[in-house]
């Protein structure tokens, strides 16, 4: 199974892969960001709620995030610059 990527509903964005050394966070000066815990899913925040930020916390939940929109409806937005 290639590298996926799950928008979960009114939550985050799970990362999966078959060989979880496949996947390779790094941050804005390309340092890698080891994972939160070996061997499970990686899930990362889109609510912007999570203390543990890039990860997902759970805390999506207790803020009660929901979707904007749907993704396939997003607007195709390219900064300027
Ligand atoms: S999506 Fe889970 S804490 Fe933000």
């Known amino acids: 199974m290639p590298i996926t990527i799950t928008v ?3 939550g985050s964005l799970g990362i999966s892969a078959d060989d ?3 996947i390779v ?3 804005s000066e390309g340092t890698v960001i080891p994972p939160r815990a070996e ?3 990686m899930s990362l925040c889109r609510c912007g709620a999570s203390q543990v930020k890039p990860f997902c916390d759970g805390s999506h939940k207790a803020m009660g ?3 904007p ?3 396939m409806d997003a607007p195709d937005i390219t900064p300027a610059g």
């Open 8 to 10: 979960r509903k009114n």
């Open 20 to 22: 979880a050394a496949q």
């Open 25 to 27: 966070l790094v941050d």
């Open 39 to 41: 061997g499970r899913p």
């Open 65 to 67: 995030f929901i979707d």
């Open 69 to 71: 929109a749907d993704p």
